[in-house]
Every structure is written in structure tokens, then in C-alpha cells.
């Protein structure tokens, strides 16, 4: 396993059109993290999952967005109704239960025009 | 709560030097995990060093060393004989305690330059 993908790389889309980014975490990590990044700032926390549930989820996911990790394998996160201020890095990580190293996947960028 | 600090957006540094980059963080858990992260331009979060609350020494990786003094809160990065490779955005970020998720909380960041 070559570590965390992430598809598509880029992604431009126009206002109010619908997004879905996917993640492929490290064959047989329980956690994945999604993250965003803004131009100059650090990335914030998103969701996570453990296995398939959704455990925690922050105010920054409104509910335009929606995230699912199906059999605990992959994830998607959707963004519905896209604006211009979604534009950022989206950033997936995934790691193994007790081990505390997250690996990153290289992101998507999506520029809402 | 939990919060990342860093106080330098910009440093310069002479090839082959040393530099150190700052942070600090807040927290109230006992059990959390401190992380330095460089992120090049291309975006990528390559990770560099891990520091546990309850280890005792300081981690070191190559060139990286993480200066962990737990009663003043600071995660200092320091990096050895700069390299032009080196430039790039370095974060440093807080685990929270594995049991209750374990996800990242990030500071602002600070861009590194090395000078030739």
C-alpha cells in the first residue's frame, strides 16, 4: 500500500453545483479524518470516522456538507450548493486505532468560481 | 479549550544554520501528542517529529529535534544545518487524547526560507 489517496486533485466547479471528493485511507486504518485548509491558514477539522460510524463532526460542517465511509473502507465528502467561501484544500488523513501518527493524503483543491 | 500557537509567520535562515520554530498550546487533557508537519507548495502534509505528553526525553528524527518543555506548554522545532529543500510552511499541531478521537488541532503556521 503506497499510503492515502485522494480524488480528484483539482476540482474547479461553479456556484451552487455539487461536489464529491474521495478519500482511500491505508488498507485496514480505523480512522479517517477530513480536514479543510484555507489559503494562509492551517487545516481544521472536519469529521472523523471510526470504522464506518461518524463520530464527531464540527460546527464548521454545515449542512451543505455530508461525509460516509461505506464498510469502513473509503470515504466521500460531499459539498452541496457550493460557495465561493468552500474554496480551500480539503485534506484527508487516516490512522491505525492505538498508533498516534495520522498519515495525510495530498488533498483536493476545489476553486468555487 | 485546546489551541495551537505560532507566533512566527516568517522566518529566514542561512543554509547550513540552525533555526528553531515557534510554538506553544494550551490544553487541559494530560494525555495529548504534539506534531510538527511541513507542507511544501505542492500541499502535501509530510510528517516530521511526534512528542508525547508523558515522554520524558526530547524526540529527535535526522536534522529535527522537538525542544518539549511540558510546565511552559512550548513545542519548539528545531531544524540543523538547513537545507534549500527545507523552505516551506511548517505547522505544529495537538493531538487530542486517542480516546476521544485523536484528531488534530493546527497552529497558523510558519513559512521558512533558506537562504543559498
Not at chain 1, 451552487?16 to 480505523?30: K, Y
Not at chain 1, 467561501?85 to 495525510?104: K, N, P, V, W
Not at chain 2, 537545507?83 to 511548517?90: K, N
Given at each position: 500500500?503506497?499510503g492515502?489517496?485522494?480524488?480528484?486533485?483539482?476540482?474547479?466547479?461553479?456556484?451552487?453545483?455539487?461536489?464529491?471528493?474521495?478519500?482511500d485511507?491505508?488498507?485496514?486504518?480505523?480512522?479517517?479524518?477530513?480536514?479543510?485548509?484555507?489559503l494562509?491558514?492551517?487545516?481544521?477539522?472536519?469529521?472523523?470516522?471510526?470504522?464506518?460510524?461518524?463520530l464527531?463532526?464540527?460546527?464548521?460542517?454545515?449542512?451543505?456538507?455530508?461525509?460516509?465511509?461505506?464498510?469502513?473502507?473509503?470515504?466521500?465528502?460531499?459539498?452541496q450548493?457550493?460557495?465561493?467561501?468552500?474554496?480551500?484544500?480539503?485534506?484527508?488523513?487516516?490512522?491505525?486505532?492505538?498508533?498516534?501518527?495520522?498519515?495525510?493524503?495530498?488533498?483536493?483543491r476545489?476553486?468555487v468560481? | 479549550?485546546?489551541?495551537?500557537?505560532q507566533?512566527?509567520p516568517?522566518?529566514?535562515?542561512?543554509?547550513?544554520?540552525a533555526?528553531?520554530l515557534?510554538?506553544?498550546?494550551?490544553?487541559?487533557?494530560?494525555?495529548?501528542?504534539?506534531?510538527?508537519?511541513?507542507?511544501?507548495?505542492?500541499?502535501?502534509?509530510?510528517?516530521?517529529?511526534y512528542?508525547?505528553?508523558?515522554?520524558?526525553?526530547?524526540?529527535?528524527e535526522?536534522?529535527?529535534?522537538?525542544?518539549?518543555?511540558k510546565?511552559?506548554?512550548?513545542?519548539?522545532?528545531?531544524?540543523?544545518?538547513?537545507?534549500?529543500?527545507?523552505?516551506?510552511?511548517?505547522?505544529?499541531?495537538?493531538?487530542?487524547?486517542?480516546?476521544?478521537?485523536?484528531?488534530?488541532?493546527?497552529?497558523?503556521?510558519?513559512?521558512?526560507?533558506?537562504?543559498?
Amino acid at each position: 500500500d503506497t499510503g492515502v489517496s485522494q480524488d480528484p486533485r483539482h476540482k474547479i466547479t461553479k456556484r451552487g453545483q455539487n461536489v464529491t471528493f474521495r478519500c482511500d485511507p491505508i488498507s485496514e486504518h480505523n480512522r479517517l479524518y477530513w480536514y479543510r485548509q484555507t489559503l494562509g491558514q492551517g487545516p481544521e477539522f472536519l469529521t472523523y470516522f471510526q470504522n464506518e460510524a461518524q463520530l464527531e463532526k464540527s460546527r464548521l460542517l454545515s449542512d451543505r456538507f455530508s461525509a460516509e465511509r461505506p464498510k469502513g473502507s473509503f470515504s466521500t465528502l460531499e459539498i452541496q450548493r457550493t460557495e465561493q467561501g468552500d474554496s480551500a484544500m480539503y485534506l484527508c488523513a487516516s490512522s491505525a486505532l492505538r498508533t498516534y501518527e495520522q498519515y495525510f493524503g495530498p488533498g483536493t483543491r476545489l476553486t468555487v468560481t | 479549550a485546546q489551541k495551537i500557537t505560532q507566533t512566527q509567520p516568517g522566518m529566514f535562515v542561512q543554509e547550513k544554520e540552525a533555526v528553531t520554530l515557534d510554538c506553544t498550546y494550551d490544553t487541559s487533557d494530560p494525555s495529548y501528542g504534539l506534531f510538527w508537519y511541513k507542507q511544501p507548495s505542492s500541499g502535501e502534509m509530510i510528517f516530521l517529529i511526534y512528542q508525547g505528553s508523558y515522554d520524558q526525553q526530547n524526540a529527535t528524527e535526522g536534522r529535527y529535534s522537538l525542544n518539549f518543555q511540558k510546565a511552559r506548554k512550548s513545542a519548539n522545532l528545531v531544524i540543523s544545518a538547513s537545507q534549500l529543500g527545507d523552505s516551506a510552511m511548517y505547522f505544529c499541531a495537538m493531538r487530542e487524547a486517542l480516546d476521544r478521537g485523536g484528531k488534530l488541532i493546527f497552529g497558523q503556521g510558519t513559512e521558512l526560507s533558506v537562504k543559498p
